[in-house]
């Protein structure tokens, strides 16, 4: 069992909290089974190393397992040497080192997508892990976040995505003018989300949002400047119907994300419905 924090191994995994190490070396951090057993099942070949506390769980010793089949070393550690890697205050057990694997951001407009998220500037971990947890469960066929946009591998987007790293494929430090001439080359309609846009309602009673879409949503102090504007087909903003000064980034895109997903799926459910030999 590894006790001391000033070990080699524990020092390398520790300063992975910092993005000058993650961009070295290519590497993150995986904290709690919940992050880890979803890189065991979806990714396994990023793994790399884990480091399981004493006492661990019984699911925690089956991740355990399950790792060091995959072929990634499994360490024993005492507390100290797990509070020093995790970035977590209370550390759930687990620590696990993975390989990045970002996409290119010209794969995310491939093979004719109908929704994806594309995050300009936003700057939050918390806004950026949730946008893509949604985006995940909204079915998007990916998300980009342009240049100047947090780092999602760091460890608070990693928790705050709660695995969906590894179910949605994301490109990182693309330009927001190529991104948005990509997605309308791919057929989508560009929507940028801003407080100066039109109200949603007669966009989506128009039919827009039931084609293939691409949601601009920017920084959440400075929003989306006038050129990022520019860059979209329509602006839309949604209406405030109580007395809230406004909605968070992250909640503005679930709403917008699983609207346009609900518009989606019912047009190609009208689609299917008329097609020929469905005895209509």
């Known amino acids: 069992m590894l006790t001391s924090v000033h070990n080699e191994r524990v020092r390398a995994a520790a300063a992975l909290a910092r993005r000058d190490a993650r961009s070295k070396t ?24 884990a480091f399981v506390g004493p006492s661990p769980t019984p699911r925690i010793r089956r991740l355990a397992e399950g790792i060091a089949t995959a072929g990634a070393r499994v360490e024993s550690v005492g507390d100290a040497v797990l509070r020093a890697i995790a970035d977590a205050r209370h550390p759930q057990g ?64 990693v928790r705050a995505t709660t695995g969906s790293l590894f179910h949605v494929p994301f490109a990182v430090g693309a330009d927001l003018a190529e991104s948005t001439a990509l997605a309308r ?20 009673a128009a039919g827009m949002l039931a084609g293939p879409v691409c949601w601009v949503f920017g920084n959440e102090a400075h929003g989306l400047e006038d050129d990022d504007l520019a860059l979209a087909d329509h602006v839309v903003r949604l209406p405030i119907y109580g007395r809230a000064e406004s909605l968070n980034l992250a909640t503005a895109a679930s709403v917008l994300l699983y609207q346009t997903a609900f518009r989606q799926r019912r047009a190609l459910a009208r689609r299917a419905a008329a097609a020929p030999g469905t005895g209509r």
């Open 26 to 49: 290519g590497r993150f951090l995986l904290e709690g089974p919940q992050a880890v057993e979803e890189a065991l099942g979806c990714r396994p070949d990023l793994l790399v190393e």
């Open 94 to 157: 687990i620590v696990a080192v993975a390989r990045q694997h970002p996409a290119a951001v010209e794969r995310m407009f491939e093979g004719a997508p109908v929704l994806v998220a594309l995050l300009a500037r936003v700057a939050d971990p918390g806004n950026a892990g949730a946008v893509l947890r949604v985006a995940d469960a909204a079915g998007a066929d990916g998300v980009v976040l342009t240049r100047g946009s947090v780092d999602p591998f760091n460890p608070k987007v």
């Open 185 to 204: 080359r791919a057929g989508m309609t560009v929507l940028a989300a801003d407080v100066s846009g039109a109200e949603l309602d007669p966009a989506d």
